[in-house]
């Protein structure tokens, strides 16, 4: 059993900056593929980035790509999400999601192939 805590979350304005962490308890971390995904309002929750065990392999989804940066620290059993230039279209809820497996980069964008959900963090981007 794992749990997720995200942190990081908050306002800002187009064009800035925000970098979410995701805080895991247990001493296995590095033996879980990480995600990110988010959630807006009256929509399903979408992926947004995944990191592999090591930290060697990420993936992105193409809202991402360029702006986003996934990484990990193994040794502080930590998952990070760098946002750069947010756009208001970025606002969402966003959740970290652990995965007790090896990950493929089809596995890794999909909500069902996760195991473990923290509780999200807001991000609102004003226009």
């Known amino acids: 059993q794992v749990q997720l805590v995200e942190s990081g979350g908050g306002l800002v304005q187009a064009g800035g900056s925000l970098r979410l962490s995701c805080a895991a308890s247990?001493?296995?971390?590095?033996?879980?593929?990480m995600g990110w995904f988010r959630q807006a309002p009256g929509k399903e929750r979408e992926f947004v980035a995944a990191i592999n065990r090591s930290g060697g392999s990420t993936y992105y989804a193409n809202s991402g790509k360029g702006r986003f940066t996934i990484s990990r620290d193994n040794a502080k059993n930590t998952v990070y999400l760098q946002m750069n230039d947010l756009k208001p279209e970025d606002t969402a809820v966003y959740y970290c999601a652990g995965r007790v497996a090896i990950i493929t980069a089809r596995q890794a964008t999909q909500r069902d192939e996760y195991d473990y959900w923290g509780q999200g963090t807001q991000v609102t981007v004003s226009s």
């Open positions: 247990g001493r296995t971390f590095s033996s879980y593929a």
